[in-house]
């Protein structure tokens, strides 16, 4: 069993939908936990960290934390067609260590 | 700055070819990454470089070696090719020890490889 599960997608939305992405995990040691952003033949991007538990909001994004149920969403408010991207979930247990990437969710937010 | 820069962009090799992949980061970092990237699979780490004179092994080491030439450049190298090789290759670093409270990793635009 992997350490880091994602929802596989593909998720097709209508412009203005509230997305939810999500990924567990087996590691309690994990830590740190981030989403990236990757567009079609690009590279990652990091879009969203979080610490421990609980949630951080950035602008139409919000990453949250349930440490107890090794479980992280990522939501996205009044989607747009720029949003259509895979979306990454990474956790790493310190802030030096290795990072595990779940599979990849790939979104398309149709107009 | 330019960022993390891999060359070449494609590359088209036969079984049993061998090849080195670039990359190099402009941004002083003290880490670096190889990924490679298939279908549903996610990013899986072949090599790192937690600073420049180391290196370890990821997840999929097998039929690679890397070689941490200074603190801006880190390359992969195929031996002997296979099609199982065929992927797409990331390379990343990150500014571990630094005042960085959140270790990004800056990723490169990726190599595409394929192998006949």
């Known amino acids: 069993q992997k350490e880091v599960e994602q929802d596989p997608g593909p998720l097709s939305v209508p412009e203005g939908a509230i997305v939810s992405l999500n990924c567990t995990y087996s590691n309690s040691a994990f830590q740190y936990f981030m989403w990236y952003r990757q567009y079609s033949r690009k590279g990652p991007e990091l879009l969203m960290y979080?610490?421990?538990?609980g949630n951080k909001e950035d602008g139409r994004f919000t990453a949250q934390v349930d440490k107890s149920s090794k479980y992280i969403s990522l939501f996205i408010r009044d989607s747009q067609p720029s949003d259509s991207a895979t979306y990454l979930c990474a956790m790493r247990n310190t802030n030096a260590g290795k990072s595990t990437f779940g599979d990849g969710t790939t979104l398309t937010v149709k107009p | 700055n330019a960022g993390v820069t891999q060359t070449p962009k494609f590359q088209v090799l036969k079984t049993g070819q061998s090849m080195t992949l670039q990359c190099a980061q402009d941004m002083n970092h003290n880490s670096m990454y190889w990924y490679r990237q298939d279908p549903g699979m996610g990013l899986r780490l072949i090599y790192y470089s937690a600073s420049e004179g180391t290196t370890d092994k990821g997840e999929v080491p097998n039929g690679y070696n890397v070689s941490r030439l200074n603190k801006r450049e880190f390359s992969l190298r195929l031996e002997s090719a296979a099609p199982s090789q065929t992927s797409v290759y990331f390379c990343?670093?990150?500014?571990?020890?630094?005042?960085?409270?959140?270790?990004?990793?800056?990723f490169g635009p990726g190599t595409r490889l394929t192998v006949l």
């Open positions: 990343a670093s990150s500014a571990v020890g630094s005042r960085s409270s959140y270790n990004e990793q800056f």
């Open positions: 979080t610490y421990s538990s």
